[in-house]
């Protein structure tokens, strides 16, 4: 009875090992699930196999960290396609909007993700017309973002978002859908919301 005990308990501490490695401790935001601990894992082992490479004295050894490093690559991008495949992200992304912006932002949803970047798409409804200093309308609208955690730090670098007209015009009151990026993802374990920049404010920050 012992033997079959002790064999139960040591069964379960297995499985317990096992599937705690499975997830390799990844943490899931609310807002982008679990890619910024995909695009973290894979980016690490990464950089840490180039950095093998890069030391290594061995011509042979060298090379084969780099053909690792790129290998595992090649599976973090697998990893982050998978996990876009199987996973929706329908809820919206939580936003503050720049006081002196001259558009009503609607909506602001992930579009899509990479190894290094998620990609947003951004509705915006327009306050005024949009014109340049010689009182045309603009062929292109801006939006500058940065994405912060819950203590207001920022998190990886600042992003732009933007819209080019093909015929229509910036007038106020009709929308347009602008698409841009921020990053590093595998900054984004602790994602809080996207903040609205002005121009100034981006320079200063980027």
Not at 85 to 94: A, L
Not at 171 to 182: C, D, H, Y
Request: hydrophobic share 35%.
């Amino acid at each position: 009875m012992k033997n079959f005990d002790s064999s139960l308990i040591l069964f379960v501490a297995i499985g317990f090992v096992l599937s705690s490695c499975g997830d390799g401790g990844m943490k899931d935001n609310t807002y982008l699930g679990k890619l910024p601990s995909i695009s973290k894992k894979y980016q690490d082992k990464e950089e840490a196999l180039e950095e093998k490479a890069k030391k290594s004295t061995d011509m042979e050894d060298a090379y084969k960290y780099s053909k690792e490093a790129k290998l595992v690559d090649e599976e973090g991008d697998k990893a982050i396609e998978e996990y876009l495949t199987t996973n929706t992200f329908e809820m919206p992304i939580p936003f503050d909007n720049n006081s002196e912006s001259k558009y009503e932002i609607l909506s602001l949803n992930i579009d899509n993700a990479s190894m290094t970047r998620i990609n947003l798409i951004l509705t915006i409804k327009l306050k005024e017309d949009i014109k340049n200093e010689y009182g045309n309308f603009k062929k292109n609208i801006f939006a500058y973002i940065k994405a912060i955690d819950k203590s207001g730090s920022m998190l990886g670098k600042p992003g732009v978002m933007a819209f080019t007209y093909r015929g229509e015009k910036p007038e106020a009151g009709t929308e347009a859908t602008l698409k841009g990026s921020v990053g590093n993802l595998r900054e984004f374990e602790e994602f809080d919301k996207i903040v609205f920049l002005s121009k100034e404010e981006y320079n200063a920050v980027k």
